[in-house]
């Protein structure tokens, strides 16, 4: 099994390639700079709050990922679309 590393899931946001090659082509990864924003408050508070609207799928991704790493589960909070 792959060892996975809370270093890779930041690589795997920026778009660079990861040490245990964990991500795939296919699944998208790579975060924008409010993306990116977001997924920081997620990781300090402890959930995501989602918009379907501001963010995309990418998101959801890597914030999976870095749960699977920590071994916590997804609290993932939808926003309404306005």
């Known amino acids: 099994m792959k060892r996975l590393n809370i270093d890779d899931v930041g690589r795997l ?5 990861t ?4 991500g795939s082509r296919r699944v998208p990864h790579r975060l924008n700079k ?3 924003e977001a997924f920081e408050r997620a990781k300090k508070y402890g959930f995501l709050k989602y918009n379907k ?3 995309s799928v990418s998101l ?5 990922k870095y ?5 916590i ?5 939808e926003s309404p679309s306005q």
């Open 13 to 17: 946001s920026r778009g660079k390639s």
């Open 19 to 22: 040490k245990s090659k964990i």
């Open 34 to 36: 409010l993306e990116l």
């Open 53 to 55: 609207r501001k963010y």
């Open 60 to 64: 959801l991704n890597v914030y999976n």
């Open 67 to 71: 749960c699977e790493i920590k071994n």
């Open 73 to 77: 589960k997804p609290i993932i909070k």
